[in-house]
């Protein structure tokens, strides 16, 4: 495989780890309790990076980065590290708009008494 195949797979693991990583922190059931524990502690700086899908974006890129998951990087010139958390933090930025996405069009199949509507063409 070529130079450039090989950094666009490296880039595309990159981009799945980190999306996978920055929803199942920030939006699955299996953190909430971890989320829910902070939020409660009333750690202001906690509750923000927890439920902040850019915040935990940049970290988890800049951990991805110092994990050995960023080999894309390797020809930026300085910073790779920095560069490799703010990737993360524009895929968190995406997530996020994919999953608010999801809810509006779920909130938008409710009827006025709460129930999802059946969706018709005429919807």
Same mark, same amino acid.
């Not at 130079?3 to 990159?14: D, G, K, N």
């Not at 509750?47 to 915040?55: G, K, N, Q, S």
């Not at 790779?80 to 779920?106: E, S, Y």
């Given at each position: 495989?070529?130079?450039?195949?090989?950094?666009?797979?490296?880039a %595309?693991?990159f981009?799945i780890?980190a999306a996978? =990583?920055?929803?199942?922190? +920030?939006?699955?059931?299996?953190?909430? !309790?971890?989320?829910? %524990?902070?939020?409660?502690?009333?750690?202001l700086?906690?509750?923000?990076?927890?439920? $902040? !899908? *850019? $915040?935990? @974006?940049?970290? =988890? @890129? #800049?951990?991805?980065?110092?994990?050995?998951?960023?080999?894309? +990087?390797?020809?930026?010139?300085? #910073? !790779?590290?920095?560069v490799? @958390? $703010? *990737?993360? %933090?524009?895929i968190? %930025?995406?997530?996020? =708009?994919w999953? &608010? #996405?999801?809810a509006?069009q779920n909130?938008?199949r409710? &009827? &006025? /008494? @709460?129930e =999802?509507? *059946?969706?018709? !063409?005429? /919807?």
């Amino acid at each position: 495989m070529n130079e450039i195949a090989e950094r666009l797979l490296s880039a %595309l693991y990159f981009s799945i780890l980190a999306a996978a =990583t920055i929803y199942v922190i +920030t939006e699955s059931a299996v953190f909430s !309790p971890l989320r829910v %524990l902070i939020r409660n502690r009333r750690s202001l700086w906690l509750t923000v990076l927890i439920y $902040c !899908p *850019a $915040c935990i @974006g940049f970290w =988890t @890129g #800049f951990t991805l980065y110092w994990a050995g998951w960023a080999e894309w +990087t390797s020809r930026v010139p300085k #910073f !790779p590290a920095f560069v490799a @958390g $703010c *990737a993360g %933090l524009l895929i968190g %930025l995406r997530l996020k =708009t994919w999953v &608010d #996405f999801q809810a509006f069009q779920n909130e938008s199949r409710r &009827d &006025d /008494n @709460g129930e =999802t509507q *059946a969706r018709t !063409p005429e /919807n």
